[in-house]
Structures are given as structure tokens and as C-alpha cells.
């Protein structure tokens, strides 16, 4: 799985990445993290339909992770759902509906996760670990992202409408499994307009997911992360004593 994430470019240096033509408001509220966590209030790439022109526009906006489907009762839910796997997308309700035409990419610059250790071993605490490109590059985690309408208020309530998003997982490369056996689906830049386009169908858009995964770096970090009130980019300094490797 995917539990959290960094997430601390500039909004510009996003919309000219993701050659964005709208950035929301709220978009220039919400503070660069190193430690993004599920509930958290984070960034994504979308195309949507211009309120004024209807045109369809890239714009950068703000979703809650973990995604609400539409049909919920109430969104807490959606804590269970901060990653949708690649291999059930179109067998689960909760995702099939937003992958027919609601996806998104969620900017990041890399993830975390934690190594168990062996049972034999000495040492009982999991190694967190900082995943990410060697050159320090941005990478586009593959999410889906869908809205919920709050029963209890008002049709004219601005508040009334939640947008939550998930990020899609697919099986650890060999290189990274000894860390997790699940990561973030990554996509090329190449397969970014294809995503975003809501006109490609359900098929076409799970043809995009069968890509190779860039390169990352797995990095021990202190176990400061485990901590969600922890943020700031010491959370990124290399664990002066980590856990072996596996033999």
C-alpha cells in the first residue's frame, strides 16, 4: 500500500510540470508536506470542464485522500480507501465508476514505507524508508478521484460537495520488494494527457497502467515519519543506523 507520501514542489513549478492552465484557490492554501497522510487535503492534476466556457481545461485542485464513493452514507469511508489496487479497478464498485472517467494524477516527490523486521531478528521496530528518483525528479502517482454530496447541508452550502481521491498500487518491482510487496503506480509523462483525457473509456485507460515503473531509490529515514503531526524535510535525512539489508 501506499500510507504517505511528500508532496512539497511549488504550485508553479507543478502547473508548468503538468502544463496546468487553472490553479484553484484553495490549491494556494494548502502548505507544501513531507508527510502527507491519509485524510490529508492534497494536490492533483485533473481535466475538467471550465465553470464559465465549458471548455475542457487542465487544472490543479485539492482533494481529500481516501476516496468517498458518491453512494456513502457518510465519508469515513474513505479512510479505508487511500489506494485502489490495479488489479480489482473495474471489479470494485467504489473505483470502477471513477476510472470510466474521473482520473487523476497526484504529484509527488516520492513515498514512504516500512520494512518489517525478521522475526528472528534482534531489533522489533519497522525501517521506515523514503522511496524516490535518485535525480530528485517529480513522479506522478496514477489516482482516481470522485465527489460526495453531504446530505445534511443546504443545495447552496459551497461546503456541500466533498472531492476525495485514491492513488492506484501495483506489485513491488523485485528491486523494491524487500521493502513492501505493494507500491504507487507511477506513470511517464508520455501516458499523462491519455490519463487525464476523459473521453478515453475504461479499456483504454487500463492499457495506460501496463508501464514500467521508473527507477527509485529506497532510502532508510528516522522513524520522525511515523508521527503525522511530523513534517518538514529533515523527515527526509538518512537513518544514521538502519536496519541491515536481507542477506
Partial sequence: MCGRYASFREDQALADEFAIATVADD????????????????????????????EITRQLRVARWGLVPSWAKDPSIGSRMINARVETLTDKPAFA???????????ADGYYEWRKPAPDA????????????ADGSLVALAGL??????????DDDPARWLV???????????????????????LPRERWDA??????????ARALLD???PRLEPTP???????????????LVPDPDPMPLPD
Avoid: C
Avoid at 465508476?97 to 482520473?103: E, K, L, N, S, V
Avoid at 470522485?146 to 443546504?154: C, S
Avoid at 529515514?221 to 523527515?235: K, M, Q, S, W
Fill in 221 to 235: 529515514v528516522r522513524p520522525l515519519v511515523n508521527a503525522v503531526a511530523n513534517d518538514g524535510p529533515d523527515l
Fill in 211 to 213: 508501464v514500467a515503473p
Fill in 97 to 107: 465508476r471513477p476510472f470510466a472517467t474521473r482520473r487523476a494524477l497526484l504529484p
Fill in 145 to 154: 478521484y470522485e465527489f460526495w454530496k453531504d446530505p445534511t447541508k443546504d
Fill in 164 to 186: 476525495s481521491a485514491t492513488v492506484i498500487t501495483r506489485p513491488a518491482t523485485p528491486e523494491l520488494a524487500f521493502v513492501h510487496d505493494r507500491q504507487p503506480l507511477m
Fill in 122 to 133: 534482534a531489533r522489533t521496530r519497522k525501517q521506515p524508508y523514503f522511496l524516490h528518483p
Fill in 195 to 204: 490519463w487525464l483525457d476523459p473521453a478515453v473509456d475504461a479499456a483504454g
Fill in 27 to 54: 490549491v494556494r492554501l494548502l502548505p507544501p508536506s513531507w508527510n502527507v497522510a491519509p485524510t490529508d487535503g492534497v494536490r492533483m492534476v485533473v481535466e475538467r470542464a471550465d465553470r464559465e466556457t465549458g
